[in-house]
């Protein structure tokens, strides 16, 4: 590993590269153990060559944005964690088109747009990922989808090729792209919206703002949603229903204040919050025959 890792400072520069680095740090639960390496590269071509290193070294490596739908196990992760977040997060506007590097957070795209008189981003200002996470996953709320803006994204491909792609072609649905089946990495995304009026660019998001802080526990440590929702219902309602407002397994529990969300109440381990998931899985399938599927990606 230590030949790897002075492989990856070659290529992405020495202060771009960790060892060992807690990955509690890098997830908005705050839980997780260290990564055997942790490279945060600042150019696309120092992303595709920091992933050829991994792919020649026969090295596994995930990844990683902000960290917010992401529960990273307590004994962390055995191979190389590559961060596309701060350091690829320019963001360009022309015309009714914005173009963000992956690293962008969608909160600061959306407070461009509303800078430059651009509507159909509202939706996504209070959402705590970044553009390249919301591509692969076709991120939303509040009745809003990225596949609604989106016009292309830039990917790396498998084989080491840089490609746009149209948003056709990623053939997004719920919670759903090709990208993970296809290995593909999200280097650049263009959204394609409209002029609209600033003031009530700013209303709509001051709105859903208030809808956020109202309803969900910011308070908290939490990867957002934790399970999917499933046809013909709603997961929190479910949860609520089953009698799990505010249960708890160790550290982690279903938020008072959403049951949808399960939050770190200062000390949760990944294994609490595993363990809490199957509970709650159970219960509900036992008491309504629902299967709620976790949203939040486990490592």
């Known amino acids: 590993m230590q030949d790897l890792m002075e492989r990856l400072q070659e290529v992405a520069g020495t202060e771009c590269v960790l060892g060992e680095e807690p990955m509690c740090r890098h997830t908005t639960f705050r839980i997780g153990g260290p990564a055997d390496v942790f490279v945060a590269p600042d150019t696309v071509e120092k992303v595709a060559q920091v992933i050829r290193v991994c792919r020649e070294a026969g090295v596994p490596f995930y990844i990683v944005g902000n960290g917010s739908n992401l529960l990273v196990s307590d004994d962390g992760y055995r191979g190389v964690i590559v961060q596309i977040y701060k350091n690829l997060s320019a963001i360009q506007t022309d015309g009714e088109t914005i173009t963000a590097e992956a690293g962008a957070m ?52 498998k084989e080491g090729e840089i490609r746009t792609v149209s948003a056709e072609e990623l053939k997004l649905g719920y919670r759903y792209s090709v990208i993970p089946e296809r290995e593909w990495i999200v280097l650049a995304a263009k959204l394609r919206l409209k002029s609209g009026d600033p003031e009530m660019i700013r209303k709509r998001m001051e709105e859903l703002k208030v809808q956020r802080v109202t309803k969900q526990p910011l308070d908290l440590p939490s990867a957002g949603s934790t399970f999917k929702r499933p046809e013909g219902y709603f997961a929190g309602k479910l949860i609520m229903d089953a009698g799990l407002r505010g249960f708890c397994v160790g550290g982690a529990q279903i938020s008072q204040k959403h049951c949808g969300f399960v939050v770190n109440t200062g000390n949760a381990t990944a294994k609490d919050v595993q363990n809490l998931i199957r509970e709650v899985q159970t219960k509900v399938k036992e008491q309504f025959g629902v299967q709620l599927e976790p949203e939040v990606k486990m490592l």
């Open 106 to 157: 969608l909160s600061v795209i959306a407070k461009r747009a509303q800078a430059v008189s651009l509507t159909g981003f509202e939706f996504a200002s209070g959402i705590p990922g970044t553009i390249g996470g919301a591509v692969v996953m076709n991120a939303g709320a509040y009745g809003g989808e990225l596949r609604d803006v989106l016009q292309e994204a830039t990917v790396l491909t």
